[in-house]
């Protein structure tokens, strides 16, 4: 296994993090292994893209009805005069 050294962590940080450790019951070693595999599977996870995502964002503002989509029209360029 692969070893990993991280200098100048700021006190604060050491100490939350060896909290969170025994919070779990666990080694601030191993604490930290968790936090990274946990960061690099979020990374893997699909994104939606900025459609879904704002749909997300917005979807219980109390909108009743859906938005049509526009389609078919043609795209003109910006004039700037």
């Given at each position: 296994?692969?070893?990993?050294?991280?200098?100048?962590?700021?006190?604060?940080?050491?100490?939350?993090?060896?909290?969170?450790?025994?919070?779990?019951?666990?080694?601030?070693?191993?604490?930290?292994?968790?936090?990274?595999?946990?960061?690099?599977?979020?990374?893997?996870?699909?994104?939606?893209?900025l459609?879904?995502?704002?749909?997300?964002?917005?979807?219980?503002?109390?909108?009743?009805?859906?938005?049509?989509?526009?389609?078919?029209?043609?795209?003109?360029?910006?004039?700037?005069?």
């Amino acid at each position: 296994m692969a070893q990993l050294i991280v200098r100048n962590l700021e006190e604060q940080v050491k100490v939350r993090l060896h909290r969170r450790a025994r919070r779990h019951g666990r080694s601030m070693e191993e604490e930290v292994r968790d936090i990274l595999r946990d960061a690099l599977r979020q990374d893997d996870a699909p994104a939606g893209g900025l459609g879904s995502d704002m749909a997300a964002m917005f979807a219980k503002t109390g909108l009743a009805v859906d938005i049509r989509e526009l389609r078919g029209h043609a795209v003109k360029p910006a004039k700037f005069d």
